[in-house]
């Protein structure tokens, strides 16, 4: 290792002719050229160094700015008049920047190096097992996909009546991937206390009846019924056709009601056909944009939202058994509810010398968290933490800790489970 000195040469070239900034004032009219002259420099196609050639020579001050202040300068002109932007592949510290930067508060105010921090105290590794509570986008469940890489589960927590899996959209997750995860909704955790492992296939009576009866389908035409709802169907079909018979509804084809020609009303000469006019509207409907929009929407295949249900109450069996495995290798908590009772619900589903984590933007939160852990008897190194960045501005002459930044990135409670001595 060789130690390279400064020479005085170079710390003179920077202060060659004594410039500073002492005397400059920031004017419009420091610019001689016009915005109407630049955007139109712009729609002409010049290059971008000779835009920037151009701002310098119109630039009144920029001459008279240090060595510093002109990069400066130019590095902010650059990012107002040119476009320039960079394709890179989503990760994770990607979208935690980009959420915090639109705005923190969607994501809990949970930084990057909080949610490093997360996944090195919750030792997520491949072959995992983990549970996931979070309303933070996606994000920390995005980020344990990612550090597992397709080996290992994962159960993320919701709360409403479905998953919330667009936000993963932004990942670009392989199939093979999202197969590990398993949505479980939050108001059917305090029914997992009610249900034994050994007692799984009785306990789940309604889900498994429900998939029975959505099993048994018929064929009609193209489509598959049902067996349910073809009864439902078959008993109005049936009582339609009473009511048909009876006289109380008439149905009558087009021809019969319209006729093939329009008859003219009081002086009108203009004669059109049924066919005519239809077509005419229909010519009318495509050059529409609304009715565009509504044309492909009903092009557009329609799930059939028996089997979305039944799919759905399948991957919550699924979910459910992993749960009463109680085999789980790490609990994260990073939620915008009060995490004490999501913890002590979902925490005797953890194994033994497992991690827990529980991340909130408010200390207050966490000090009742740590205060019932105590009492849990199940957990010990309990730990409450706060997270803290320091982020620098590194550049020659220049290197000193960013002004602007954010004054903390959250707390962390951390514990590991122990066996717990009934008592």
Not at 70 to 87: G, N, P, R, S
Not at 103 to 122: E, F, K, V
Not at 126 to 145: F, I
Not at 180 to 193: G, H, I
Request: hydrophobic fraction near 30%; charge should be neutral; aromatic fraction near 6%.
């Amino acid at each position: 290792m060789v130690k390279m000195e400064r020479t005085v040469e170079q710390d003179a070239d920077i202060t060659a002719e004594g410039k500073d900034n002492r005397h400059l004032l920031d004017k419009d009219s420091n610019q001689k050229l016009k915005q109407e002259e630049i955007e139109q420099m712009k729609k002409e196609g010049v290059s971008r160094d000779h835009l920037i050639e151009q701002l310098i020579e119109n630039s009144a001050t920029f001459h008279g700015k240090t060595g510093y202040a002109q990069e400066k300068w130019v590095k902010k002109k650059k990012k107002k008049h040119l476009l320039q932007f960079t394709v890179l592949k989503p990760t994770t510290r990607l979208l935690c920047e980009m959420h915090w930067s639109k705005g923190p508060s969607r994501i809990c105010n949970l930084r990057i190096d909080t949610l490093a921090q997360i996944l090195t105290m919750g030792n997520i590794h491949a072959n995992s097992t983990v549970m996931v509570v979070e309303s933070c986008l996606g994000l920390v469940t995005g980020a344990v996909l990612e550090r597992l890489g397709g080996f290992g589960k994962v159960i993320s927590f919701y709360h409403g009546d479905t998953p919330v899996k667009h936000h993963l959209d932004n990942y670009d997750f392989s199939a093979e991937i999202m197969g590990t995860l398993y949505n479980y909704p939050l108001e059917l955790v305090n029914s997992l206390k009610h249900t034994k492992p050994d007692q799984q296939s009785n306990d789940h009576a309604p889900s498994t009846a429900e998939s029975c009866d959505q099993s048994e389908s018929i064929q009609t035409g193209d489509k598959t019924v049902p067996q349910s709802y073809s009864n439902n169907d078959s008993a109005n079909s049936g009582e339609q056709t009473n009511s048909s018979q009876t006289g109380s509804i008439e149905t009558l084809s087009r021809e019969e009601t319209v006729p093939d020609k329009i008859e003219p009303f009081g002086n009108q000469s203009q004669i059109q056909t049924v066919s005519e006019i239809d077509s005419e509207i229909a010519e009318a409907w495509n050059k529409g944009s609304k009715g565009s929009r509504w044309a492909k929407k009903k092009n557009k295949p329609q799930k059939n939202r028996a089997e979305a249900k039944l799919n759905r109450a399948k991957e919550i069996e699924e979910a459910r058994k992993i749960i009463l495995e109680k085999n789980v290798d790490c609990l994260i908590v990073a939620s915008k509810f009060y995490p004490t009772d999501i913890l002590l619900a979902l925490i005797d589903y953890v194994a033994p010398s497992r991690q827990v984590v529980v991340f909130s933007q408010f200390k207050e939160a966490l000090e009742d968290c740590y205060a019932h852990l105590r009492e849990h008897k199940g957990l010990v190194s309990y730990r409450l933490t706060e997270t803290w960045l320091r982020e620098y501005q590194v550049l020659p002459n220049r290197t000193h800790p960013v002004i602007q930044m954010s004054g903390t990135g959250g707390y962390l409670v951390t514990a590991t489970t122990v066996i717990k001595e009934d008592t």
